[in-house]
């Protein structure tokens, strides 16, 4: 399991700081075949609207799952 994350603030506008967590999870099934689950987050404290006047959400998670193959 290794997980890591990361912070940036602004300095001096605390507003603009920025999160990012990432989690990997591999296991190693047998001698051939690995697996790797993920899961991230990014935040945004204040995100900026976009041409048509959309301002996105903060947060935003995603998973991912691999196979991997040794030969």
């Known amino acids: 399991l290794d997980v890591s994350y990361n912070l940036r603030i ?4 605390t507003d603009q700081s920025f999160h990012h967590l990432l989690g990997v999870l591999s296991i190693k099934l047998t001698e051939i075949f690995d697996i ?13 609207r ?16 691999g196979l991997g193959v040794e030969f």
């Open 10 to 13: 602004g300095v001096p506008d």
């Open 50 to 65: 976009d041409a048509n006047g959309v301002t996105p959400e903060r947060d935003d998670f995603r998973t991912s799952f």
């Open 36 to 48: 790797d689950l993920s899961f991230a987050w990014d935040r945004v404290e204040s995100p900026t």
